[in-house]
């Protein structure tokens, strides 16, 4: 069996050699370029770590796998565009570097190749493997919905935000897995396992996004905390501080919330110390590791010998210490 090491520099490297031979080039320069500035590629990582409990030859799915990572992308770019946002793993946006409607057109190519990599599947697995694809891309659209509508609004609950980052988040690692059980021909009782497996790993990996854009090093992490802070993004943090503050807590959470002109580091430090007082921190780690032990207990149950599984409790366990 593969390490997850192994499997990462598969997928790196079969990305790195895709060729793009269709015209006009310019509509595919900004699906290459962000194809090509990196990140962690968890989802075409967990597709062939899932078909590897079963079976030995996961370079075999790479262009499905690729094809994930490609629909991932496509959703960031997008995403990029609605915040305008400047910077994606350290390089330009898309939207920055040329356009707004070179990112709109460039961005729908890329989900049509996403497809037409995920396509290219034996024909008996194609019909499961769209489906499940189909279905994922659908509640991905309603989770970042749900995200952009909880911007205006002050009485978001934590289940309506666990749900949220569920459909936006999880169910694309969920569908990774799943996908990569279903091409080695896994039981389905399994591939369901592994679904679950993923989507409560996803839910822990959002979660320790909320905690790092706080508490994370910012030349570890990669760019500078209270981003969510700043933008008064509704996160698991904020959303616990409201509901577990006192009203002396509760009345300096709500004027910084509300304050149109503010010192950037000065509003950071403030309502981090105030999470600090009503035990943010805590409460989201307990949330995180409780995810990823439901996603260990989870994966325990999948009926294959405990050896194959090593390689995919190892991966999972990086995650849960990862510092960015």
């Known amino acids: 069996m593969l390490t997850s090491n192994e499997i990462l520099q598969l997928v790196n490297d079969f ?3 895709l060729p793009y031979e269709r015209k006009p080039k310019s509509l595919y320069e900004p699906v290459e370029y962000v194809l090509s500035i990196g990140g962690k590629r968890i989802r075409p990582v967990l597709t062939l770590m899932g078909y590897n409990l079963w079976k030995e030859n996961p370079e075999s799915i790479l262009m499905p796998a690729v094809g994930l990572e490609t629909y991932h992308n496509y959703t960031l770019l997008h995403d990029d565009l609605m915040d305008q946002a400047d910077m994606r793993r350290g390089h330009e946006t898309v939207h920055r570097r040329w356009d707004a409607n070179k990112a709109i057109l460039s961005g729908d190519s890329m989900l049509v190749l996403a497809y037409q990599r995920m396509q290219q599947v034996p024909a008996d697995k194609m019909p499961a493997v769209l489906d499940i694809f189909t279905e994922t891309a659908l ?5 970042q919905e749900y995200d952009m509508t909880f911007e205006t609004r002050n009485d978001v609950t934590e289940e309506e935000y666990i749900e949220m ?3 936006k988040t999880s169910v694309l690692l969920a569908c990774a897995l799943k996908i990569g059980a279903v091409l080695a021909d896994a039981p389905q009782e399994d591939a369901d396992r592994l679904y679950r497996v993923g989507e409560q790993m996803g839910l822990a990996f959002q979660l320790q996004d909320d905690l790092l854009d706080v508490y994370g090093d910012p030349k570890v992490f990669g760019k500078a905390i209270g981003g969510d802070i700043t933008s008064n993004k509704k996160t698991y943090m904020l959303i616990n501080a409201f509901n577990r503050a006192n009203d002396k807590q509760r009345a300096e959470l709500e004027r910084w919330i509300g304050a149109k002109t503010f010192n950037r580091e000065v509003k950071v430090a403030e309502v981090t110390r105030l999470y600090d007082e009503i035990g943010i921190r805590r ?5 995180i590791n409780y995810y990823f032990h439901v996603a260990r207990q989870t994966l325990s149950e999948v009926n294959v010998p405990e050896e194959r599984k090593a390689q995919l409790r ?3 366990d990086e995650l849960l210490h990862r510092n960015k």
């Open 283 to 287: 409460l989201c780690e307990e949330k």
């Open 314 to 316: 190892q991966y999972m």
């Open 139 to 143: 509640e991905i659209g309603e989770g």
């Open 15 to 17: 990305l790195a050699h």
């Open 165 to 167: 980052i569920r459909l």
